[in-house]
């Protein structure tokens, strides 16, 4: 390939469209103006402990170790469990509750799901384990579960998992998005 002499009226028109040309005495470019971006507040979620309904007018029995929990917030199809059991929703996070005292445990799943939910997570995975060593075969964190998950607002339903999931000693829970994953997901109900 031949090198092309550019002629004196192309290099006139050249110079014509380009302007006036200084030479660059830096090669450096500065990326950051000097001013720094003045700060905004963050937005401060509600407090986990909040979320909770305060009625209290829950009457339910108590459940033994291998007995599946299963509950739907009112308007919420009766297929929501099956589905969520076949796992149409997908598995977004899970939290093991394994050891931990009533009180331990009530703090951690409250922040686990305030968490999720700001996230924008789904379906979540809690495994609270069947309480083989409480008293008089009666769960103490399963039935706690029971009645946090369905005292708290973001929770839309829950059921027992599949075995390979943790059986009767994990619960699948379906959760509300938060305001801004809504939009993207009105189209999907």
Request: with cysteine.
């Amino acid at each position: 390939m031949t090198k092309k002499i550019p002629d004196s009226e192309d290099s006139g028109l050249f110079h014509l469209a380009i302007g006036q040309v200084r030479a660059i005495k830096d090669d450096k470019v500065r990326l950051d103006s000097g001013e720094k971006p003045k700060p905004y507040p963050k937005h401060r979620p509600a407090e986990a402990e909040s979320r909770l309904a305060e009625q209290q007018d829950y009457d339910l029995d108590p459940v033994s170790i291998e007995d599946r929990l299963s509950y739907l917030a009112p308007g919420v199809q009766k297929s929501v469990p099956a589905k969520m059991r076949k796992g149409q929703f997908g598995l977004d996070a899970e939290i093991d509750l394994h050891g931990l005292t009533s009180e331990e445990a009530k703090r951690q799943l409250l922040i686990f799901l305030q968490r999720a939910v700001i996230d924008g997570c789904r379906c979540v995975l809690i495994i609270h384990g069947k309480g083989y060593r409480s008293p008089d075969n009666l769960p103490v964190l399963k039935n706690s579960l029971n009645l946090w998950l369905r005292q708290h607002r973001d929770v839309l339903a829950f059921c027992s998992a599949k075995p390979r999931d943790g059986g009767a000693g994990a619960v699948l829970v379906l959760l509300r998005l938060s305001e801004k994953f809504a939009k993207r997901d009105e189209l999907l109900f």
